[in-house]
């Protein structure tokens, strides 16, 4: 097929580039190199990630995500609103929906231009690491919402180095060999966060991580005794809003809503890329 047709979509300001694939085109081994060529700006259509929508045998649809590097992602939350946008309005599902990730079964419901998300359970929480870089030993607190993600409170979000400090802790011995994205937050009301983010496979600030809010909420959560639902505005000033139930380390019906927009659709000129 050398005609692909896809769809550009964004979720509060991460955005992608979704292809249906359920008659499969592009082959495992090609997958990560053309990621890597449709999502570069310039020469491609610029994204911060695909999304190859495939059948599933037991719900319904399965996707494979692909970051901006082409590496593969676990999950992806405002990938994963998109997705379930894309497949309602393709009549791949109804309202209510359920979709195969690496991360497990994800549980979605469009609201129209918003979508609910329920992510599967977060895990691997550890409080108060110390992470050691040249100029500075950072306290950082880690959890895995989905993917990998270290979130460090901070006064002044404005000044964070969210790339220089967010690559050098995105890369750090201690969190190898997966890597993790890293968020920076601030507290800016009673159940409310702004969140700035390096992601991992982008290499760079995104304008918004739905994992990455997530990961954020739950330490805020327990960090701060922060309730649910918490409101986050990442960088690109949209508002994400996350709800969950606490039980000590233990994080039970997590779900991420936000908005789900179509910017344009087109066809990939797969030769000339
Ligand atoms: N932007 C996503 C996270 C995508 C995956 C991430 N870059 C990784 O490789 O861990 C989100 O909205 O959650």
Redesign the pocket.
């Known amino acids: 097929m050398n005609r692909i047709p896809f769809w550009k979509m964004q979720?509060?300001g991460?955005d992608f580039v979704l292809i249906d694939h359920r008659r499969s085109f592009i082959s495992d081994g090609e997958r990560a190199g053309f990621a890597r060529k449709v999502c570069a700006p310039k020469f491609g259509v610029g994204a911060?990630?695909l999304i190859f929508l495939e059948s599933s045998a037991t719900v319904d649809f399965r996707w494979r995500?692909f970051?901006a590097d082409g590496?593969e992602?676990?999950?992806?939350?405002?990938?994963?609103r998109c997705a379930a946008r894309f497949a309602y309005l393709h009549g791949i599902a109804g309202e209510k929906m359920a979709f195969e990730t690496l991360a497990g079964v994800i549980h979605a419901e469009v609201l129209d231009r918003r979508v609910k998300l329920e992510l599967s359970p977060p895990h691997g929480l550890r409080l108060g690491l110390e992470i050691p870089l040249s100029a500075k030993t950072w306290t950082g607190h880690f959890i895995n919402?989905?993917?990998?993600?270290v979130v460090l409170p901070l006064a002044d979000l404005e000044a964070a180095p969210v790339t220089e400090v967010g690559r050098a802790i995105r890369f750090h011995s201690l969190f190898e060999p997966?890597?993790?994205?890293v968020n920076f937050i601030r507290r800016s009301g009673f159940r409310e966060l702004q969140v700035r983010?390096y992601?991992?496979?982008?290499e760079a600030e995104?304008l918004?991580?739905?994992?990455?809010?997530?990961a954020a909420a739950l330490i805020a959560s327990r960090l701060w005794g922060m309730a649910s639902p918490v409101v986050v505005h990442p960088a690109s000033g949209e508002t994400l809003k996350i709800y969950f139930d606490a039980a000590g380390d233990i994080f039970r019906s997590v779900f991420?809503e936000g908005g789900a927009a179509v910017v344009f659709q087109g066809e990939l000129w797969r030769d000339e890329l």
Do not use: I
């Not at 992602?73 to 994963?80: I, L, S, T």
């Not at 997966?178 to 994205?181: E, F, I, K, L, S």
């Open positions: 979720g509060s991460n911060d990630g995500f970051n590496s992602a676990e999950m992806c939350g405002n990938g994963g919402t989905g993917v990998p993600h997966a890597g993790t994205n983010t992601e991992r496979g982008v995104t918004a991580c739905g994992t990455g809010s997530v991420l």
